[in-house]
């Protein structure tokens, strides 16, 4: 299917989140991913197109990897949003439904005016990806890092180069991967977090491939690493299957018989739970996502409340 690319008008920036997660609200600047992965849990999320954007949207415009909206008056309303008296200062994760970076954002370059944005009233971020094109805005980033807190997040699921490129067909390798946060540790103070996520049963949750992933996390020094299985909601059970069953038939029935639901089996996660706190163990990481980001915070606010003081 020919990609196809749509601007649109939103209604707003930030979205607050439901989650009990570090970070108060969400910001994606992309409805829809070129990644094209097959584990992708937002395959949902197109149908909200008309209702959020006015946009009538027949059945072939709603696919997700194929059809992109590009919301081009998000910074507009970004700028709005902080400039509210009501306004928090509160954490916002950026891309956790579509990449930040993925090839369109070369062509629209939207993420600049949003780091300048968020510069300009020193609001803290986090931002997820697994797009080198983050190296263009290195600058930029750095210098967020130097009035808040901002964190520059990977996914890697594995590092066997074969499986990767099955199950995320159009992302960059793991080793690349790996070279953005070697990159952002040398040349910004930003932290940096590994997500190993999700782990695949029977397919990337072998001892190998997790020592392969902690190891690597070490070497490189992330802030934190936080891990967690599959889960299969809604579109995304059945066009994951799907894919499964055609490119891994060997465990296709073992893997469908551990999701009776949208969570894997009990007794698997307990296990799988266990097994990641070995590698804690084993290796020199913080694997508590929340406790890393209130440690850099507190210095963030002990910086700003020296800065006032010298500044009266």
């Given at each position: ?58 059945s ?97 699921t594995?590092?066997?180069d ?9 992302a ?41 992933v ?17 889960n ?25 018989s ?8 009990k ?9 990641i ?31 006032s003081?010298?500044?009266?």
């Open positions: 299917m020919e990609q196809v690319y749509k601007e649109v008008i939103c209604k707003s920036a930030c979205i607050k989140t439901k989650r009990s997660m570090p970070y108060k609200w969400d910001l994606n600047i992309y409805r829809g991913c070129e990644h094209r992965c097959k584990y992708c849990y937002a395959l949902y999320s197109h149908k909200y197109i008309e209702h959020n954007y006015n946009e009538n949207i027949s072939k415009s709603n696919n997700f990897f194929d059809n992109i909206y590009i919301k081009s008056n998000i910074n507009e309303h970004l700028e709005k949003q902080f400039s509210k008296t009501s306004w928090k200062n509160e954490m916002i994760a950026i891309g956790t439904v579509t990449d930040t970076y993925q090839p369109i954002e070369k062509q629209y370059e939207l993420m600049p005016d949003i780091l300048r944005t968020l510069i300009k009233y020193k609001n803290p971020a986090v931002i997820s990806t697994k797009s080198d094109l983050i190296f263009r805005d290195l600058d930029l980033i750095n210098e967020l890092s130097e009035v808040n807190f901002l964190n520059i997040a990977v996914s890697i594995t590092f066997d074969k499986i990767q490129k099955s199950i995320e067909p159009n960059i390798s793991p080793k690349k991967r790996l070279n953005i946060l070697k990159k952002i540790r040398k040349n910004t103070n930003a932290s940096c977090g590994l997500h190993f996520m999700p782990i695949i049963p029977y397919l990337t949750d072998n001892y190998e491939n997790i020592n392969s902690f190891k690597n996390a070490e070497k490189i020094n992330v802030n934190s690493i936080i891990s967690g299985p599959l299969l909601y809604g579109k995304t059970r059945g066009y994951f299957f799907n894919f499964i069953k055609k490119e891994f038939p060997n465990i296709y029935h073992d893997l469908f551990l999701y009776k639901n949208g969570k894997v089996d007794d698997y996660n307990k296990d799988l739970f266990m097994k706190k070995n590698f804690k163990n084993k290796y020199s990481l913080e694997t508590n996502y929340s406790k890393a980001i209130k440690e850099k915070m507190k210095f963030y606010h002990k910086k700003s409340r020296q800065s003081l010298f500044d009266y």
